[in-house]
């Protein structure tokens, strides 16, 4: 069947604001390449089932959503899928990683689900997929949990803390909470017949809620991972709690955080931006978005085939995320010479001159892209929380060399054997 692009709504008009100047020509003779696409997010569901006060989709600057058919169509999932595996191939790529995404994308249904993971897998025979879904777990039970341990479909779910933190954000239109919903969906997914495909919870930091308590409710559902999330914001939009000072009120809590996970007997779970600072700190690179200079290889697929950025874009300004490509005529090498996905590329070159000259930029990478916007001169900022990140950063760096610098701890005492 052949997929009506006529019927699209038109791209947004881009910004004229960095990185829309960005010159990729220029970038390209001097010898710049592209980092390939290793991460493909489908928005199997526009639409949600929460009305999360502080969802970037629904709730902030781009309204997009609401011109999304609710459900990513078959013939738009079949050239998706195409277009992945062309990708891939074109790229040498040995595996790629797609994550069914929404709004919510339990709403999709299971068949759909099936149809869109089978289709994924089936188009690239010699290629590893690995294929995530990241849900509100309200809808989590045994019938998609069925579905997901038949093709190996790793589970994400989103989880504020205990019931008084999660439900001050996650509830229902109606205002209701779904603290106990998310967690008989959680404890489903750690049913022995399924523990294995759960991924990790990811957590939005709200200040209110006592950092080391919403960590260990977080622990109660032993998560192989936890990601904590800062809430979106920019120098425009504020993130709440982020006064134009030189305090450092996220860096407080993330520090809390960090001393209870660090300084635990055994390590009780994986906190990825913990350790991925740990890993710049020792000179290497990172595999997270939200710190460090590694180039972003993510790229969406909205639910009517619009080839889009990260989807948190959304909450600077209306179209930031938006591209003027669409599956059934572009492909995603396309997408990887627009200006704002480049930007998203080339490290330090991309950076504010305040951040270039910082002593820890290769750690914070001015952090997540999205914190840095301004209206004026777009993303080319220092992040909105610069000083929180660089707390953050110093504190990690003086406890972790602290532990180095240490003698360590054998049999007879001191290493050297000696009391």
């Known amino acids: 069947m052949a997929v009506d692009v006529e019927l699209l709504p038109a791209p947004p008009s881009p910004s004229q604001e960095w990185p829309e100047t960005l010159d990729v020509q220029a970038l390209l003779e001097e010898g710049w390449r592209p980092t390939p696409f290793r991460e493909f997010v489908i928005k199997v ?31 738009i999932v079949d050239q998706t899928a195409r277009r992945i595996a062309e990708h891939a191939e074109a790229n040498l790529l040995p595996r790629v990683d797609v994550v069914l995404h929404g709004g919510e994308p339990l709403l999709a249904g299971v068949e759909h689900l099936r149809y869109v993971a089978t289709k994924v897998r ?3 025979p010699g290629i590893e997929v690995g294929l995530h879904v990241q849900t509100n777990g309200v809808l989590l039970n045994e019938y998609f949990l069925d579905l997901f341990a038949e093709l190996d479909i790793a589970v994400g779910v989103s989880a504020d803390g205990d019931e008084e933190g999660h439900d001050r954000h996650r ?9 106990q919903d998310v967690r008989a969906g959680i404890e489903a997914l750690r049913a022995p017949a399924y523990k294995h495909l759960f991924g990790g919870l990811l957590s939005t930091i709200d200040l209110r809620n006592d ?12 998560p192989p991972a936890v990601d904590f999330l800062l809430p979106h914001g920019n120098w425009d939009a504020p993130p709440p709690g982020r006064p134009a000072d030189d305090t450092t009120p996220y860096g407080e809590w993330l520090i809390r955080v960090f001393d209870r996970w660090y300084g635990a007997e055994v ?24 710190v460090g200079l590694a180039p972003v ?33 572009n492909s995603f090498d396309e997408a990887l ?30 952090g997540h892209y999205v914190h840095r916007y301004r209206s004026g001169s777009g ?12 707390r953050l950063i110093t504190h990690v760096y003086e406890v972790v060399s602290a532990d180095l610098r240490a003698p360590r701890q054998g049999p007879q005492g001191p290493e050297n054997g000696s009391a």
Not at 54 to 63: H, I, L, R, S, V
Not at 211 to 222: D, G, I, N, W
Not at 338 to 366: D, K, M, S
Request: proline fraction near 5%; hydrophobic fraction near 40%; charged fraction near 25%.
């Open 45 to 75: 569901h526009s639409r949600c089932n929460l009305a999360c006060d502080y969802c970037y989709m629904y709730e902030m600057a781009d309204q997009g959503w609401r011109r999304q058919p609710r459900r990513m169509s078959r013939p």
């Open 122 to 124: 089936e188009a690239m």
């Open 171 to 179: 509830r229902r239109a109606d205002g209701r909470g779904s603290f």
């Open 211 to 222: 950092p080391v308590r919403t960590y260990e409710a977080l622990l109660e559902f032993e």
């Open 267 to 290: 390590r009780e779970t994986r906190v990825r931006m913990f350790e991925e600072i740990i890993r710049m700190l020792l000179g290497r690179r990172s595999a997270i978005e939200v």
């Open 297 to 329: 290889a993510l790229v969406v697929v909205e639910t009517n085939g619009q080839i889009e950025q990260v989807d948190s874009l959304k909450s600077t300004f209306e179209g930031a995320a938006g591209t003027p490509l669409h599956v059934a005529r």
């Open 337 to 366: 010479m627009l200006p704002p996905i480049v930007a998203r590329q080339i490290g330090a070159r991309a950076l504010a001159p305040r951040c270039r000259e910082c002593r820890i930029r290769n750690v914070c990478g001015a």
């Open 379 to 390: 993303f080319l900022n220092p992040s909105v929380y610069c000083n929180d990140l660089y």
